[in-house]
């Protein structure tokens, strides 16, 4: 196993009261594996991301329980520097937006440059070579002319593909990239998508994509972990869970995906919003926006049942969302 995350929780003190932005969260990751994760925007999943790569800000942040195994090792009970050192080397992270990531003062092939004299000790003519290797492997055209180049010259899907490079430069066991492609427009978003699924499977990396589109990971996710409210609420191997959702959550998270075949049907959409992490609803965090929500939803909290075949869903009534078939 690469990564284990266990039983993870972190809090946020607010005006409003404590936040359980992550709230018993476990999930594994194997080497060569990818787990997408899924959910819409205060479900946890970044935060969970932000406390495995060890760079969340504490406070306003708090790890109140949980572990985080890495290649063996509790990462939260390291130190910084070890942390740091595992963070540059073995465990890398591509953001959204690359132009804030990335350095603007600094040429896009000194910026590669860097890490391999840093972590690697290699020359700097060594390095300024390797750095124009990894701009040919992630398929910036003219590589060779755009190495002196600085990020803002470069056009989003470049510049995301420049965050690539950095992130597989040391060859890390794992990488996370958290909504790589939200800010690209639709044909750029499947190239940086098979881009990061091929580098994925020649190292053999374990990779966490963190996502609130379904449609984005259908094609690269072994299996996939749906969030809500600071919980995993069903996870399932990719096809099973496209197949037939455990949940009504996810079922109503595919049904707003566009479809082809549904061309002319009105989008779907879940009603209402998300819940305020320092309010959320009693029983299933869900109930307040499930169509199939009945009264045990309103005071008994699911678990998360073991759906069988390597699938989990935290619904009372999951085996009845599963079997109601999609059309
Ligand atoms: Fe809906 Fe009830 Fe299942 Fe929650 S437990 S998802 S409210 S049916």
């Known amino acids: 196993m690469l990564l284990e995350v266990?039983?993870?929780h972190v809090e946020f003190r607010t005006r409003d009261g404590v936040a359980r932005a992550v709230d018993g969260v476990s999930y594994t990751v194997d080497a060569g594996e990818t787990l997408a994760v899924l959910g819409e925007s205060g479900s946890g999943k970044s935060v969970t991301a932000q406390a495995v790569m060890g760079i969340l800000d504490t406070p306003p942040?708090?790890?109140?329980r949980g572990q985080i195994v890495f290649q063996g090792r509790d990462l939260l009970t390291l130190k910084e520097d070890e942390r740091r050192r595992i963070r540059g080397a073995r465990m890398s992270m591509i953001f959204q937006d690359a132009l804030s990531a990335l350095n603007p003062v600094l040429t896009v092939g000194d910026q590669l440059g860097e890490m391999f004299v840093v972590h690697r000790g290699m020359s700097k003519r060594d390095a300024r070579a390797r750095a124009l290797e990894l701009m040919d492997q992630v398929r910036?055209?003219?590589?060779?002319q755009r190495v002196r180049d600085y990020p803002h010259q470069f056009s989003g899907g470049m510049r995301q593909r420049i965050m690539i490079a950095m992130a597989i430069a040391l060859e890390p066991a794992l990488v996370i990239a958290d909504e790589p492609t939200t800010a690209l427009d639709v044909t750029v978003q499947a190239q940086v998508m098979d881009l990061?699924?091929?580098?994925?499977?020649e190292y053999r990396m374990g990779l966490v994509l963190i996502t609130h589109d379904l449609g984005v990971v259908a094609d690269v996710a072994d299996r996939i972990a749906v969030m809500y409210a600071g919980r995993i609420v069903e996870s399932a191997p990719v096809h099973d869970l496209y197949k037939a959702p455990a949940h009504p959550y996810t079922r109503g998270l595919l049904d707003s995906i566009p479809r082809l075949d549904h061309k002319g049907r009105e989008l779907y959409a879940i009603k209402g919003?998300?819940?305020n992490l320092t309010h959320v609803p009693p029983?299933?965090?869900f109930h307040p926006r499930c169509p199939m929500a009945r009264d045990i939803c309103r005071t008994d909290p699911p678990p998360l049942y073991d759906a069988g075949e390597g699938r989990r869903s935290a619904c009372h009534?999951?085996?009845e969302?599963?079997?109601d078939l999609r059309d």
């Open 6 to 8: 266990r039983d993870l």
């Open 61 to 64: 942040a708090r790890i109140t």
């Open 140 to 144: 910036i055209p003219g590589a060779a």
């Open 196 to 201: 990061l699924d091929e580098l994925q499977r």
């Open 273 to 275: 919003q998300p819940p």
């Open 283 to 285: 029983g299933c965090a």
């Open 317 to 319: 009534f999951w085996r």
């Open 321 to 323: 969302c599963r079997d």
